[in-house]
């Protein structure tokens, strides 16, 4: 009866907060949300802890003491989690590139994840952090998920934007959809953000095209020489970490990417790394081209972190 109680108190806290943060976002909800999100990390951490417990015990007596401090170990490692998942942390990377004219820094960031569990907090967090780029990068680019759909997105949400003195670009990500894409769109233009959305736009010595994530119900577009310059540094932003080799081939000499979050906690992270191919990090190919994938600023579901960054990354390109 005690866990037939406890199974249905979780599934409320989980069920609950989705249908009203879908209409409005309050205080409750997205404490609630947070509850859940971190009740889902302990609870798998809890299930590893007490198989490692159930496997040494096969083999060996384990006093109560012993227990009692290994399961003491997902406590402890979910106050570094998600003291982690809420430090954001500036990482430099540096692209060798033939034929540029000059030193670039670009600031690149990706899964803001704006919703129930990082709200405005987030938003002024990362506007906080680019403020303090503003004399050292040209540009900021965010490769999708500014939103992730656990929330409603309203008009005013993101005008902490608005004060950061350099231009940035933003191009959607599949969350991005989820609380509806003009909302998160609406959002961005009254924050000044230029949004791409399978449009191209030139920044001094740099030409970027971003490539939106695209549903059954939208079409990937044909991706040819218009969508570069060939006079300039060509920079696609697209949300996931897919197809650089044919972008490469095209001609864009960089691709901005995230969405795999890095895995955002072990053992995710092992997990992510099997699934993508290029789950984060710098990578350069045999014609000198770049992908860049960075592990994100927020957290998707749950609040925690752990062998990941919550990062902005200052891309310094420079003359090979």
């Given at each position: 009866?005690?866990?037939?109680i406890l199974a249905?108190?979780?599934?409320?806290?989980?069920c609950?907060?989705?249908?009203?943060?879908?209409?409005?976002?309050?205080?409750?909800?997205?404490?609630?949300?947070?509850?859940?999100?971190?009740?889902?990390?302990m609870?798998?951490?809890?299930?590893?802890?007490?198989?490692?417990?159930?496997?040494?015990?096969?083999?060996?007596?384990?006093?109560?003491?012993?227990?009692?401090?290994?399961?003491?170990?997902a406590?402890?490692?979910?106050?570094?989690?998600?003291?982690?998942?809420?430090?954001?942390?500036i990482?430099?990377?540096?692209?060798?590139?033939?034929?540029?004219p000059?030193?670039?820094?670009?600031?690149?960031?990706?899964d803001?994840?704006?919703?129930?569990?990082?709200?405005?907090?987030?938003?002024?967090?990362?506007?906080?952090?680019?403020?303090?780029?503003?004399?050292?990068?040209?540009?900021?680019?965010?490769?999708?998920?500014?939103?992730?759909g656990?929330?409603?997105?309203?008009?005013?949400?993101?005008?902490e934007?608005?004060?950061?003195?350099?231009?940035?670009?933003?191009?959607?990500?599949?969350?991005?959809?989820?609380?509806?894409?003009?909302?998160?769109?609406?959002?961005c233009k009254?924050?000044?953000?230029?949004?791409?959305?399978?449009?191209?736009?030139?920044?001094?010595?740099?030409?970027?095209?971003?490539?939106?994530?695209?549903?059954?119900?939208?079409?990937i577009?044909?991706?040819?020489?218009?969508?570069?310059?060939?006079?300039?540094?060509?920079?696609?932003?697209y949300?996931?970490?897919?197809?650089?080799?044919?972008?490469?081939k095209?001609g864009?000499?960089i691709?901005?990417?995230?969405?795999?979050?890095?895995?955002?906690?072990?053992?995710?992270?092992?997990?992510?790394?099997?699934?993508?191919?290029?789950n984060?990090g710098?990578?350069?190919?045999?014609?000198?081209?770049?992908?860049?994938?960075?592990?994100?600023?927020?957290?998707?579901?749950t609040?925690?972190?752990?062998?990941?960054?919550s990062?902005?990354?200052?891309?310094?390109?420079?003359?090979?």
């Amino acid at each position: 009866m005690y866990l037939i109680i406890l199974a249905v108190l979780i599934v409320l806290i989980h069920c609950i907060p989705m249908f009203f943060e879908a209409k409005k976002s309050t205080v409750v909800g997205r404490f609630l949300t947070t509850i859940d999100g971190i009740w889902m990390w302990m609870s798998l951490m809890f299930l590893i802890d007490i198989l490692i417990i159930y496997l040494i015990g096969t083999f060996s007596a384990l006093s109560f003491e012993v227990t009692l401090g290994l399961i003491l170990i997902a406590p402890i490692l979910g106050i570094y989690n998600f003291y982690k998942a809420n430090k954001l942390v500036i990482n430099e990377k540096t692209l060798k590139i033939d034929d540029l004219p000059r030193d670039i820094n670009i600031a690149h960031l990706s899964d803001v994840h704006f919703g129930s569990v990082r709200h405005k907090k987030i938003i002024k967090l990362v506007a906080k952090k680019l403020k303090e780029l503003e004399d050292i990068c040209e540009l900021a680019i965010i490769s999708g998920d500014l939103a992730d759909g656990s929330s409603i997105v309203e008009p005013d949400d993101f005008l902490e934007f608005k004060e950061i003195d350099m231009p940035i670009v933003f191009t959607p990500g599949n969350h991005d959809f989820y609380p509806g894409i003009d909302d998160v769109i609406l959002a961005c233009k009254n924050a000044e953000i230029i949004v791409l959305d399978n449009e191209r736009k030139e920044f001094g010595d740099l030409s970027i095209f971003g490539l939106t994530f695209s549903f059954d119900d939208r079409s990937i577009p044909k991706l040819d020489e218009t969508c570069l310059n060939s006079h300039l540094i060509n920079i696609i932003n697209y949300h996931v970490p897919y197809y650089w080799e044919e972008f490469s081939k095209l001609g864009f000499d960089i691709q901005l990417s995230g969405h795999t979050h890095g895995g955002q906690f072990y053992p995710m992270t092992w997990f992510s790394d099997m699934m993508f191919k290029y789950n984060r990090g710098l990578f350069k190919n045999e014609i000198g081209k770049y992908l860049h994938v960075t592990t994100g600023v927020g957290s998707m579901d749950t609040p925690m972190r752990g062998g990941t960054d919550s990062e902005i990354v200052i891309l310094k390109l420079r003359k090979s």
